[in-house]
Structures are given as C-alpha cells and as structure tokens.
C-alpha cells in the first residue's frame, strides 16, 4: 500500500521552463491537494480538489495550474518556471471530517529553478 | 487574513522532560485542529485530531488542548524521548482547506 506517491522527487528548471508534477493515491480519498513549504513560512495550500473533475484555488495559486482528471491522480503544473517557484513541494490526499480528517502527505518534490 | 503562529525558535528540552508546544490562530474558526509530526526531508505524518467541541485528547504520551476563546492549542510530550526530536506543525481545517503553521523545531537531548 504505498498511500500518496509524488513523481519526481527532485527537479532542476531553468527560468522559463515548464514542468508538471504528479500526485497518485491509492486511498480512495475525495479531496487532493498540492502545498509548498519554504523555510519559515511553513505549508502554503497552491491549489485543491474536492472530487474528479474538479479544481479550486488555495492561498498563493498564481504560476500553477491543476488537473484532475482522474480521482487517484492530481497534476501540478508550472508553465513557465521562475526562480521563486523554488520549493518543495506536498501533496496531500484526505478527507475533511472531525472525525477522520486527517490528510496523508507524499515524501516531497524538491524543484529548484535556476 | 488567516493567520497561524507557532514558536519560530527550537525547543531543546532533556530526555524524561515534558515538551510544550504552542498554536495560536486569527482570523479563523476551525471545524477542528490537527498536529502533524515531520521529519527532515520527509512529508508531515498525523498524531492527533482535537474538534472544535473538544478542551482536551490524549494519545499515549501526547496531550492536545483546545481553547476556542483563546484561539490556542497547547500540544505537549510527556517523557520525552531522543526520537520525538522533530518538527511539529499545527494544521486548522475549516470547510474544504486546511491551513498549516511554520512548525516549531523540537530537540531532545539524552
């Protein structure tokens, strides 16, 4: 069972470049999202999906965009790299309830932009 | 804006002492609030999950309160160990998001 798979692990751009990172899950889970986490400004959520087809803006979405077109996958892509989209980058697969809300998290993409 | 802080110096406590975390919040009415455990190059792992309705939850040696009128959560290691050295994130959720702190860097000394 490997949970929350993020492809690549490690990434080097050039200014100007494009790239899409991948998210898989194997849970089942409705709700996907993509985070960054810079030194001392903790997880910032980029974007998020509640279900298959469906996508909505987080706190610093602009560069990045989204796509689910599957429920187990959930795309993040950059179209045009720039040096401060440098980061690693999460993602997360849960299920928001104050039951079980907790969210699962991939090991992290390290992307660098030159 | 929704705001999250959490201490941004490191804890260094001894090994047998009780660790205490702080979470506090603006700006912000969480459904619940959860505290995550991460460890260098790895993504964040769950501990605990505390609802609005809730003052306090416990699991194992790990205790979480809960003060809406405070907006504060206290997370505390009791018998601390060299293992629980980490970074330790307070996470508020509220509708579809949740939202994370900076995380304070926890070191246990032996």
């Known amino acids: 069972n490997a949970g929350v798979t993020q492809t690549p692990k490690f990434r080097v751009l050039k200014t100007g470049q494009s790239m899409t990172l991948l998210c898989a899950q194997d849970m089942n889970h409705e709700y996907m999202y993509w985070y960054r986490q810079d030194p001392g400004m903790g997880l910032r959520l980029i974007h998020y999906s509640v279900g298959e087809g469906t996508t909505a803006k987080g706190e610093v979405p602009d560069g990045y965009n989204v796509s689910r077109l599957k429920k187990q996958n959930f795309l993040l892509g950059l179209e045009s790299a720039a040096p401060s989209q440098t980061s690693v980058y999460f993602c997360?697969?849960?299920?928001?309830?104050?039951?079980?809300?907790?969210?699962?998290f991939g090991e992290g993409s390290r992307l660098t932009v030159l | 804006s929704q705001k999250i802080e959490q201490n941004s110096e490191a804890l260094n406590i001894q090994e047998g002492k009780t660790a205490t975390l702080t979470c506090n919040y603006t700006n912000y009415s969480p459904a619940y609030l959860q505290w995550y455990r991460q460890d260098p190059g790895r993504g964040p792992v769950f501990l605990l999950l505390i609802r609005e309705n809730e003052k306090e939850k416990r699991k194992e040696r790990l205790k979480v309160t809960f003060d809406t009128t405070l907006k504060q959560s206290l997370f505390h290691i009791t018998a601390s160990q060299p293992a629980d050295s980490a970074t330790y994130l307070c996470a508020l959720t509220g509708g579809f998001k949740t939202i994370f702190g900076a995380g304070t860097r926890l070191f246990v000394k032996a």
């Open positions: 997360a697969a849960g299920r928001p309830s104050v039951i079980t809300g907790e969210l699962f």
